[in-house]
């Protein structure tokens, strides 16, 4: 367990895009933090950041982190690098919130797990798909299913065009379900432990080197429980029809969630669920992990729940290059 901070925390967060906005926001609405420093990418963002939310800058993140007036860093920025920088934050003495994955490599993760514990310091890694509406409805509503003996997820999202930015490369981006560790998450949160996973990828190139104009992640995995999950990612410019579907059937009931409206249909009660905003969710999350910093309290998730997440989906990478069935070892 670490020791709380002076108060306020100085806080310094790497990047400058949407999620960096929104945890800048609420690291300024709360008196027990003091937001100081930003680094990113593009000189024109870190200007209009430092403008818009009254911080200083630094060129590169290494300087950040190594500061020695910030307490906690936040790391919002493109996926490849997350791993490195929680490293030398955590090796520095600071404390950690990081948007997920936690790292592209299942045994970086690992080892900053691990890093945070031996230095005391938090690693939190957000999942707010586990404070949205649709997942506190689906754990709300189990109980009218039964036994859940298969779900579906589907998420597709057409863009055209492509944009040419960092989720738009496949080394930035990284494999389409590390990057988008949610869609397993869900499920071994709800469900428990994988022990098969079967996966094909597919990717449309771009003309410049490393970018793609499309991508298809098709994936199933099979759950100690029984619980059999087919899982589909795709965005670009292939796709012409956006698909948000998210589906329970168990053998007492039926929850199917498109878009924002779900509807259960079971042998006790049919009835339409729907969902609020899902705004504000980065601030629920901020406040909870300095509650966590400076109380003690518990937190929603733990790094090493989402280090098993991390972990199937690595085996589902596994599959989509051998193109064999990854059997995973549980406890």
């Not at 990081?98 to 993760?109: F, G, K, N, Q």
């Amino acid at each position: 367990m670490f020791s709380p901070p002076a108060h306020p925390v100085k806080v310094g967060i790497v990047g400058t895009g949407y999620a960096a906005q929104r945890r800048a926001e609420a690291f300024l609405q709360d008196d027990r933090a003091q937001l100081c420093f930003v680094a990113g990418h593009s000189a024109e963002k870190i200007a209009s950041f430092c403008q818009n939310y009254g911080v200083s800058s630094f060129d590169a993140w290494e300087t950040l982190v190594n500061h020695p007036q910030v307490d906690l860093v936040v790391i919002c920025n493109v996926n490849r690098d997350h791993g490195a920088i929680a490293d030398a934050a955590l090796t520095s003495g600071k404390h950690v919130i990081i948007e997920y994955p936690l790292a592209l490599d299942t045994s970086v993760a690992a080892q900053l797990i691990d890093l945070a514990q031996k230095a005391q310091k938090l690693l939190h890694v957000e999942h707010l798909e586990l404070l949205g509406g649709m997942h506190q409805e689906t754990r709300q509503h189990l109980a009218y299913l039964g036994n859940v003996f298969y779900a579906r997820y589907t998420t597709i999202d057409p863009q055209r065009p492509a944009p040419r930015r960092w989720s738009y490369h496949r080394q930035l981006f990284g494999f389409p379900l590390m990057a988008a560790l949610p869609r397993i998450h869900r499920f071994t949160d709800l469900f428990g432990q994988v022990k098969a996973v079967t996966c094909q990828e597919r990717y449309w190139d771009a003309p410049e080197a490393g970018y793609f104009t499309a991508c298809l992640c098709v994936a199933q995995l099979q759950f100690t429980s029984g619980l059999t999950v087919d899982l589909v990612y795709g965005k670009g410019e292939v796709f012409w029809q956006g698909d948000r579907t998210f589906a329970l059937q168990g053998d007492k009931g039926t929850l199917i969630f498109n878009g924002d409206v779900g509807q259960l249909t079971s042998e006790k009660e049919s009835k339409t669920v729907e969902l609020g905003a899902l705004r504000g969710l980065f601030a629920k999350d901020t406040h909870l992990a300095l509650d966590c910093l400076f109380e003690g309290t518990p937190l929603y998730v733990t790094p090493r729940s989402s280090l098993y997440a991390l972990q199937v989906a690595q085996a589902a990478f596994e599959s989509a290059q051998t193109g064999r069935t990854i059997m995973l070892a549980n406890d």
